[in-house]
């Protein structure tokens, strides 16, 4: 899950393996939810979204799970391999439902401080 | 594709010193978006521009910051004078906008002030 704290929470399996990382998030009012994934010296990459309106989602090998009564988001990531070793962010945002505002579910974005998942050969 | 573009991709300077990040947004994205990330506060936004034009600049941490968008291609973040704490790693990302279009990340600049 997310930490507050200097220490990222880590999270280490074996390659072939199902990985499932989970974040909390603060805001009762949060509509729209995003993944990205961190690789070491890069950007944040997008891996997947899901709306309020939801509670799953299907990706290429990833599920994101949200329970909006626990205020809780989860990412499944099927048959990990070494290339999945990264930093996962979960990131939230309110607003999203029709209102229009310039920038639209990017603008505002909460960024959790991220899960390590380490994949062993 | 190229993505979003940074310059440099490492810095260093002496404190006291000014300092200025690039950025190259993707072509035809309308919303560009400069964040600082350190490990002590994660993922930071400085500033939202729309359409060239800064919406939101409350995440700027001092007078110290400053951004422009002269043109839909081209953004800067200026720092004058740097001191070692605005060291970190500074993000441009852009969208297209609206409700379905994520974040797009340039690879960031590492800034360190001595």
């Known amino acids: 899950g997310e930490s507050v704290g200097l220490h990222l929470p880590t999270l280490s399996v074996q390659e072939g393996d199902n990985s499932i990382i989970n974040c909390a998030y603060s805001n009762s009012a949060s509509d729209y939810f995003i993944w990205y994934k961190q690789e070491s010296g890069k950007g944040p990459q997008f891996i997947i979204d899901?709306?309020?309106?939801?509670d799953k989602r299907q990706g290429q090998r990833v599920t994101v799970l949200l329970n909006k009564t626990v205020k809780h988001l989860s990412l499944q990531i099927a048959a990990t391999q070494p290339g999945d070793s990264a930093v996962y962010f979960c990131a939230e945002n309110y607003g999203w439902g029709g209102i229009s505002k310039p920038g639209g579910s990017n603008y505002k974005l909460t960024f959790g401080k991220g899960t390590l998942l380490t994949v062993n050969p | 594709d190229a993505g979003v573009i940074q310059s440099p991709r490492h810095e260093v300077t002496e404190m006291g010193q000014e300092v200025t990040l690039r950025c190259k947004p993707i072509s035809g994205h309308n919303s560009l978006f400069w964040y600082r990330q350190t490990m002590m506060r994660g993922l930071e936004l400085l500033i939202y521009f729309n359409n060239n034009v800064p919406i939101d600049d409350s995440g700027m941490p001092e007078d110290r910051f400053s951004a422009k968008m002269p043109n839909a291609s081209f953004s800067t973040l200026k720092i004058q004078p740097s001191e070692p704490r605005d060291s970190a790693v500074y993000f441009c990302?852009?969208?297209?906008?609206?409700?379905?279009?994520?974040?797009?990340f340039g690879n960031g600049t590492r800034l360190t002030v001595t």
């Open positions: 990302a852009s969208s297209l906008g609206g409700d379905n279009s994520p974040l797009h």
């Open positions: 899901i709306r309020s309106n939801m």
